[in-house]
C-alpha cells in the first residue's frame, strides 16, 4: 500500500474499495462474539491492528513530528464512531445498523457547510437527494423503534460522529495515513475494552475461551476487515468533503443488505430493494457532469455552417 504522488490512488476508488469490506464488517464481528462469548472479544482485533499499523508506519519511518488538533479530533471521533458501530451491529439489524449509520450524509452537508463551507453544486444535491430517499425507502420508518434499541442508538450516533470527523480531517494537516491509523486503532480498542470492564458481564474478555477459530478469525479481522478498508477510507479523507465521501460509501449499504440476506437469511422487501437501487444512484450522481448533457445537447442542436 505504497502509493507515490505522481501515481496516486483515485480517491472515489479507494472509497468504493473500503465499501466492500465496510459492507461485511458485521461478519467478523458477530463470529468472534459467537466463538468467544463476549460482545468485547473484537477488542483483541483492534490491538492486534494497532500493532501491524504501528510495524507499517515505523518501517515506512512515517512518524510524524506533530500531529495538528484538526487530525487528533478527528482520529479520535473516528475511532469512537467505529467503536459504536462495532458494538451496534451485535444489538440490532445488519439493515438497521448500516442504514441509521448512513444518515451520515445528513449531518454531513450541514457539518460541512458549518465548519468547511462546502459548495452545494446542483450534482451534490441531486445526489443528496437520491440517497436520502433511498435510506427512507430501504429503512422502513413505521417498523423501527428505538424504545430499548441501544444498537440503533450506537450507529446513529457512529454516522453523526463520522462525518464530524471527516469535515475536521478536511481542516487538518494532510499527513501520512499510518500515524492515524495506530491512534484510531488504539482507541478503538481502548474504548471497547472499557465497555466491557464497566459492563455486568464479569467475562468481557476470556483468554482460555479464544481457539484456534477464535484466532483466525481475529487475524482476518485485524487484516482484511481492519487494515485494509481502514487505510483506503484514511487515505481518501483529506481528498474528499464529508458529503462526498459518505456519498460515494453507500455503496457499503448493497453490500451489507446482501451479505445479510445471504449470510443472516435477513428479509430484504421489495421497497428495500427500490430504495437500495438508488442509495446506488446517488454516489453515481455525485460523480457526473450534468453540464455536460447540456452541452451535449447543445451540441447536436448546433447548425451546421453552410
Same mark, same amino acid.
Given at each position: #500500500? ?5 501515481? @496516486? ?5 479507494? /472509497? ?10 458485521? +461478519? ?47 482520529? /479520535? ?52 437527494? #437520491? ?6 425507502? +430501504? ?14 442508538? #450506537? ?21 501520512? /495515513? ?28 476470556? +483468554? ?6 477464535? +484466532? ?11 487494515? /485494509? ?61 450534468? @453540464? ?15
Amino acid at each position: #500500500m505504497n502509493f507515490s504522488r505522481k501515481n @496516486s490512488l483515485n480517491p472515489n476508488l479507494s /472509497v468504493f474499495l473500503s465499501t466492500i469490506f465496510w459492507g461485511t464488517f458485521w +461478519i467478523p464481528v458477530r463470529a468472534i462474539e459467537n466463538l468467544t462469548d463476549s460482545d468485547y472479544a473484537s477488542c483483541i482485533g483492534f490491538f492486534l491492528a494497532f500493532l501491524m499499523s504501528m510495524i507499517f508506519m515505523i518501517k515506512k519511518s512515517v512518524l510524524p513530528k506533530r500531529m495538528d488538533l484538526y487530525n487528533v479530533i478527528a482520529a /479520535v471521533c473516528t475511532a469512537i464512531a467505529i467503536a459504536l458501530y462495532t458494538q451496534g451491529i451485535l444489538y440490532t439489524s445488519v439493515a438497521n445498523a448500516v442504514l441509521l449509520f448512513y444518515l451520515s450524509p445528513v449531518w454531513g452537508i450541514f457539518l460541512g457547510k458549518l465548519i468547511s463551507h462546502i459548495s452545494f453544486t446542483p450534482n451534490r444535491l441531486i445526489a443528496v437527494l #437520491m440517497g436520502l430517499i433511498g435510506l427512507s425507502l +430501504i429503512l422502513e420508518w413505521n417498523t423501527v423503534s428505538f424504545e430499548g434499541m441501544s444498537g440503533n442508538i #450506537m450507529c446513529l450516533c457512529s454516522g453523526f460522529l463520522f462525518a464530524f470527523a471527516v469535515t475536521l480531517y478536511n481542516k487538518g494537516l494532510e499527513i501520512d /495515513v499510518w500515524p492515524k491509523m495506530c491512534l484510531i486503532f488504539l482507541v478503538i480498542g481502548l474504548i471497547i475494552l472499557f465497555f466491557g470492564l464497566v459492563s455486568q458481564e464479569t467475562n468481557y474478555v476470556l +483468554i482460555d475461551s479464544i481457539d484456534w477459530s477464535t +484466532i483466525y478469525w481475529l487475524v482476518l479481522f485485524s487484516t482484511i476487515w481492519l487494515v /485494509v478498508p481502514m487505510w483506503l477510507l484514511i487515505y481518501a479523507v483529506h481528498k474528499l468533503d464529508a458529503v462526498k465521501l459518505a456519498i460515494g460509501m453507500m455503496f457499503e449499504v448493497i453490500v451489507s443488505l446482501l451479505s445479510g440476506v445471504l449470510v443472516a437469511n435477513e428479509y430484504i422487501s421489495v421497497r428495500q430493494l427500490t430504495g437500495a437501487i438508488l442509495v446506488v444512484g446517488a454516489s453515481l450522481a455525485d460523480s457526473f457532469d450534468f @453540464s455536460q448533457v447540456k452541452l451535449g445537447f447543445r451540441y447536436f442542436n448546433k447548425r451546421p455552417k453552410d
